[in-house]
């Protein structure tokens, strides 16, 4: 059948190709680069939120306000303008209201004997309106404030003398609501 000549033909080829496919005489196969690594998606943490040192919370009681610490404002012989020397006691009434924003006050304007009824009621007002004017130039609110005149009607002193007259004419801060 075969001959010898002709197997040993075959196996040579044989081994040739075996060879050849081994040690690179063949056609190279075109290189592909290897796959890419699919991306790593990384969880987006939530951005640490900011340590805010919690502000210490004061304990504020609420202190009663008491109409003694107003003060009264008073007035010159037949004038409703503040006197110099009597703006602190008015500024001092103002802080207060700003302080205590809750409060609400009613200005009573009062005068001495001297002067028909009439008069003095009109005077008692005009004085109290003169007060509010200033507390609310100071920042109060007008909603806070309300007025009345009295005029001669409640004197503080009964004297019939400049030293009490001079007590009388007088503006004075009497506490509505807290």
């Not at 943490?45 to 003694?68: D, F, G, M, T």
């Not at 005009?126 to 009345?148: N, V």
Request: some cysteine.
């Amino acid at each position: 059948m075969y001959k010898k000549g002709n197997v040993a033909v075959v196996f040579v080829l044989g081994l040739l190709l075996t060879l050849a496919s081994f040690n690179g005489c063949a056609k190279k196969k075109a290189e592909t680069p290897p796959p890419k690594p699919a991306p790593v998606v990384q969880e987006k943490k939530p951005a640490p939120k900011p340590q805010v040192k919690e502000p210490e919370r004061k304990i504020v009681e609420k202190v009663a306000i008491s109409e003694s610490q107003f003060n009264t404002v008073y007035f010159d012989f037949d004038k409703s303008d503040i006197k110099s020397d009597q703006r602190s006691n008015l500024s001092n009434n103002a802080r207060l209201l700003s302080d205590n924003s809750t409060i609400r006050i009613r200005i009573e304007g009062h005068c001495d004997e001297r002067g028909t009824d009439e008069y003095n009621m009109a005077l008692g007002q005009r004085r109290a309106d003169a007060i509010k004017q200033y507390l609310i130039d100071y920042g109060i609110s007008s909603s806070r404030i309300s007025t009345i005149s009295y005029g001669e009607e409640r004197p503080v002193s009964s004297g019939h003398n400049e030293s009490s007259w001079s007590q009388n004419r007088r503006g004075e801060f009497k506490i509505t609501s807290q």
